[in-house]
């Protein structure tokens, strides 16, 4: 079954809105979680570390700012893309860290009109 | 810094061929080296793992891998290719530390009937 689950699967929104994406690990608890960004048919891109209880780790160039990161409890990562635009459309994919093996989500497409 | 290069766009086999997708890393110390497969539209599902041992590492689905420290390679291998093994391959590597995932851009992998 499923490790990680990921909501919503595929999400519409104006720009200039926020979204929120959730990242659940359902058979253990995760201190770490990591988030990706990827462009159709390229490779994925690390955007950053959640760890739980404290600040996310950025990678550089991504605004933090503009991409919440949550990691409020063991089991739950959000990441909120604020003020929505065009070019933040993308497969987002998150990831939980489960020792000797990182697992995925099924990933949520975004789309900014 | 980590990185992986997987040289090949893509990779076409007949089905019934083996196959072999490359991929070559880079990191500091020992390296945790995977292999995940992407089929379109969805996350990545995990093949395989190296982490210490036997050079050789059996996977889902059929799929292996061998480590070879002297030329910092991890190919994927499998005897004897499927059509339903056409998807996009990706190969990652995390240092001991345990840091992310850096994934290479990927490889398609086209098998024929």
């Known amino acids: 079954g499923a490790v990680v689950s990921q909501h919503p699967s595929r999400v519409i929104c104006k720009s200039g809105t926020s979204v929120k994406i959730e990242c659940r690990s359902l058979?253990?608890?995760?201190?770490?979680m990591f988030w990706y960004r990827q462009f159709p048919k390229q490779s994925l891109m690390l955007m950053a570390t959640?760890?739980?209880?404290?600040?996310?780790?950025?990678e550089q160039g991504v605004e933090k700012d503009k991409f919440l990161i949550n990691h409020a409890s063991l089991t739950l990562s959000t990441l909120t893309v604020t003020s929505a635009h065009p070019e933040d459309s993308s497969f987002y994919i998150c990831?939980?860290?489960?020792?000797?093996?990182?697992?995925f989500g099924e990933g949520s497409w975004l789309t900014v009109v | 810094a980590q990185s992986v290069a997987q040289p090949e766009d893509q990779v076409n086999v007949a089905e019934g061929n083996p196959l072999t997708v490359k991929c070559t890393y880079s990191?500091?110390?020992?390296?945790?080296l995977f292999w995940y497969v992407q089929y379109p539209n969805r996350g990545l599902q995990f093949l395989l793992k190296?982490?210490?041992?036997?050079?050789l590492v059996k996977g889902s689905y059929g799929f292996e891998a061998e480590f070879n420290k002297s030329q910092t390679s991890f190919h994927l291998k499998k005897p004897s290719a499927l059509v339903s093994d056409s998807a996009l391959y990706f190969c990652?590597?995390?240092?001991?530390?345990?840091?992310?995932?850096?994934f290479g851009k990927g490889t398609t992998l086209s098998v024929s009937s």
């Open positions: 990831s939980v860290d489960g020792g000797n093996t990182i697992y």
């Open positions: 058979d253990f608890q995760a201190t770490t």
């Open positions: 959640s760890n739980e209880g404290s600040k996310a780790t950025y």
């Open positions: 990191v500091s110390g020992n390296p945790y």
């Open positions: 190296y982490i210490t041992g036997d050079n």
């Open positions: 990652a590597v995390r240092d001991e530390a345990g840091t992310a995932l850096i």
